[in-house]
């Protein structure tokens, strides 16, 4: 979804981030030349030549060690008061994916399910009064279906639960149904269901559910992105340190802020990619251009990749997991420190509203695994 209104809504914007910090991801793995979607190999070729890929993979999402939740927090109006939304998930998310492979072994993310008794805690805390602050315990009670990646589901439901109320979601074709305490459901297209959260004249539970519902997307959204960019690792391995310039203001950049900045791709193994290596990703005042976008964002911090894992079957030369960190409790993961700022321009001078920023904290660990 694309803003073009210069007063963001600060819940909505918070589910927007992941698609530019990725998008620098992708880029700069892959030594300036753009990314590849949704294509791509997990691994290279090997002395055994390519890896073979199955066509579904299983993929589990969990808590960083010591539950460093991932975590986005903002400034509110003028004063400063900031408030944060955590996604705590509880044990393992469980999914599968479908992919397929070209005679290059190119990859392509077909669909994915996000399967029933998956849950999540959804953790919203502010500084001043908020209807919405307070613990959402969502969970999945049928698979969510996505048939095709970047859309919404095709089927599936979960539950929003508070003590006092149990909010039903349930996918119908074009959009969903709501309803509360087993009540009366009501009907909404999908534009309409995202635009309850930010409509202070609903109904709270409304907002609550299209608040579970965003939180979805942002989550699984994270995972296929960093899942995009697991071959480009390879790549970024045969320049180390790696630095890429970032867009040039186009204009007069923000006080403090450098015409043009970088990022450096840090890869902290030798000789060739391996099991436990890690990789930090440093932005200083990283600008993206979005032409048709009446902002832009600047990005400054850290995103670090770490404790790769990967383990081939090699009486099959079959994939067999990959991801970083792990499932019991090891160390490393997708790891955010990471400042997006939004950035207005008024006849070619650029400003940074002083609450058009936000902060990414904490992360998870993910791996993808044959069935």
Do not use: H
């Amino acid at each position: 979804m694309i803003r073009t209104d210069d007063d963001p809504s600060p819940w909505r914007t918070l589910w927007l981030i992941p698609v530019s910090v990725f998008a620098v991801l992708s880029i700069v793995a892959t030594g300036g030349g753009g990314g590849d979607g949704d294509d791509g190999s997990f691994v290279g070729d090997g002395d055994a030549g390519p890896v073979n890929l199955l066509p579904t993979y299983n993929f589990f999402l969990t808590n960083l060690q010591g539950d460093n939740l991932l975590t986005v927090q903002r400034p509110v109006g003028a004063i400063g008061v900031a408030f944060a939304v955590s996604i705590d998930i509880e044990g393992l998310l469980a999914n599968t994916l479908d992919i397929s492979v070209n005679a290059s072994n190119e990859v392509t993310f077909l669909s994915y399910v996000a399967r029933a008794s998956s849950r999540f805690d959804l953790i919203v805390t502010s500084g001043a009064v908020d209807p919405l602050e307070g613990t959402l315990t969502v969970t999945l009670t049928d698979d969510l279906a996505f048939d095709t990646i970047g859309a919404p589901p095709t089927s599936g439901a979960f539950t929003v639960v508070i003590p006092s109320e149990t909010i039903t979601v349930t996918v119908v074709p074009g959009g969903v149904q709501l309803s509360l305490n087993d009540g009366e459901p009501a009907s909404y297209t999908w534009d309409e269901f995202e635009n309850l959260l930010d409509d202070d004249a609903q109904e709270i539970w409304l907002r609550r559910a299209s608040l579970a519902g965003s939180a979805v997307e942002f989550l699984y959204e994270y995972f296929l992105n960093v899942a995009d960019i697991l071959d480009d690792l390879e790549l970024a391995t045969l320049t180390n340190p790696l630095v890429e310039s970032c867009d040039m203001f186009t204009g007069s950049p923000p006080a403090g802020v450098l015409p043009q900045g970088e990022v450096t791709v840090t890869w902290t193994g030798s000789g060739e990619l391996s099991p436990g290596d890690n990789f930090t990703w440093e932005f200083q005042d990283c600008w993206l251009d979005e032409p048709n976008d009446a902002t832009d964002d600047l990005l400054d911090g850290t995103v670090l990749l770490e404790n790769y894992t990967e383990t081939i079957d090699f009486s099959t030369n079959t994939l067999f997991e990959i991801g970083f960190g792990g499932l019991s409790g090891e160390p490393g993961g997708v790891i955010f420190d990471l400042t997006v700022s939004e950035t207005v321009e008024d006849n070619g001078v650029f400003t940074i509203p002083p609450d058009n920023w936000f902060i990414i904290t904490g992360g998870f660990a993910m791996i993808i695994q044959a069935p």
